[in-house]
């Protein structure tokens, strides 16, 4: 596949995006049109750590699992659903026994489909395990993990998708040192070309199997950002600093769609809402139902503009209203027949403004992932989309911008500790090089004398 990257808007104007519709649907699974006027409860968990003493008993589990999820939404009437598998390390380490549980997986959901007219469908998201000791082996081990790609999709995954890592070095290194250049180094140059060399050959895979390449999500860098920021008592990192870097991983996670993917994009990407205002790929969002795998500022606002929506992970237990999955899968389809209903009756605006609104002024956060604030952060990527480095520059700089304004308005209150890292981080965008090669020769050379880990040949830089 080529590369074709974004240069401009899919929409012609924030208000035109809304939840459960996108420029461009996608068909998948049994009977699914994603983004074409509803939206779809997304069901993702996790085995019990039990369960892995043998192959047969993890397949059971997967078994155990789409069972108890699949006849719950048929006992309340529910209409439709995705399933996602986010690969434990034994499914992609072994892509048999990943591929065994797309089989089964997929066996149970046709049964559903053709019993109750259940429309589903069946995400695997591969586990990326391009590791070697404590160094990153991204083009070395590529083959391995997009064997299971292949597998699961033979199999019966219908759509494919990963958490890739590229840049999460030096990112690490960059994140616990306030060092906005490495922030942008990491994410936009480092993962971007990771993310182009990675994607490409996942859509391949997806049209020799006849099934969707979806896309993927920055939970390595932005995701690790907004979770050492944590909540409003949390001083381990300024939440203007995670929003930085959510802006700059838009870029990033815009290429799995540049090589072909076609939505919809992961729920842990926080980004997506950018990345549907420049693409109009459906996406899924998590906020207020993932509260079973993580707190966040924004649980009302992530279902803005959603078209699947998503609980995150939950494991599969035992609760008092049912196995885990049945309890979160219900609580998901409740939310999207909320959804559906303002779909229906003309409210959708409504119902997006009030759930925006909720969350807006919360923290720097949401507030610039306001699909309003977020659609200017698309047009900036847009404008500088041809350059990767330029495009992340732009997202961080418009975001400062956003945030400012915020504050001016008397609507953003900040605390000093906040303010303090929005000024370091335009002191710092304002003092990087105009041109890419300039940016990337200096990183190079910083981040190989400082950090032992990072390796130039992972980026065949």
């Known amino acids: 596949m080529a590369i074709n990257r974004y240069t401009k808007m899919a929409y012609a104007n924030a208000d035109e995006m809304i939840f459960g519709k996108c420029k461009f649907p996608v068909k998948a699974g049994l009977g699914l049109e994603i983004g074409a006027g509803y939206t779809i409860p997304e069901l993702n968990y996790a085995p019990r750590p039990q369960s892995s003493v ?3 008993a993890l397949v059971k589990e997967y078994e155990r699992i789409t069972k108890d999820a699949m006849a719950r939404l048929v006992q309340i009437g529910a209409p439709t659903v995705v399933l996602e598998t986010e690969h434990v390390q034994q499914l992609t380490v072994n892509p048999a026994v990943g591929a065994e549980v797309a089989h089964v997986q997929k066996s149970i959901m046709e049964e559903y489909h053709e019993e109750y007219g259940i429309k589903c469908a069946l995400r695997h998201t591969i586990a990326d395990l391009r590791e070697d000791r404590e160094y990153l ?55 971007t070309n990771d993310m182009d060399f990675l994607w490409q050959q996942i859509t391949d895979i997806a049209k020799k199997n006849n099934v969707v390449s979806a896309g993927d999500t920055d939970c390595s860098q932005a995701n690790t950002a907004m979770f050492i920021a944590g909540g409003l008592l949390d001083k381990n990192l300024a939440h203007t600093t995670a929003i930085v870097a959510r802006c700059i991983s838009a870029a990033r996670s815009l290429a799995a769609y540049e090589a072909g993917a076609t939505g919809p994009g992961k729920d842990c990407g926080y980004e997506n809402i950018i990345i549907k205002a420049i693409s109009g790929v459906p996406i899924t969002q998590e906020g207020k139902s993932s509260t079973c795998a993580h707190s966040d500022v924004m649980g009302n606002l992530a279902m803005q503009c959603c078209d699947m929506w998503s609980n995150e992970s939950v494991e599969y237990h035992g609760e008092f209203g049912g196995t885990t999955v ?101 002191a710092d965008l304002a003092a990087l090089p105009a041109e890419s090669a300039a940016f990337i020769e200096n990183c190079m050379a910083k981040y190989t004398a400082e950090v032992p880990v990072f390796k130039p040949e992972n980026y065949s830089l």
């Open 137 to 191: 082996a991204l083009r070395a081990k590529a083959p391995e993990i997009l064997e299971s790609f292949d597998q699961c999709a033979a199999q019966g995954a219908d759509l494919l998708s990963i958490e890739s890592m590229g840049g999460k070095e030096v990112f690490d290194y960059a994140i616990v040192r306030d060092d906005t250049a490495g922030m942008l180094f990491s994410i936009g140059v480092l993962g």
């Open 326 to 426: 049945q309890v979160w899968v219900e609580t998901l389809a409740y939310d999207c027949a909320l959804m559906n209903t303002a779909l229906k009756t003309g409210n959708e605006k409504v119902l997006r403004d009030l759930l925006m609104l909720s969350d807006k002024y919360r923290d720097p956060q949401p507030y610039v992932l306001a699909y309003d604030n977020a659609y200017r952060v698309g047009e900036a990527i847009a404008a500088n989309g041809n350059d990767t480095y330029l495009r992340s520059k732009a997202a961080a700089e418009i975001c400062c911008d956003i945030v400012q304004e915020g504050i001016d308005s008397g609507k953003l209150i900040l605390t000093k500790f906040e303010t303090n890292a929005l000024n370091k981080i335009k």
């Open 54 to 56: 043998s192959t047969e």
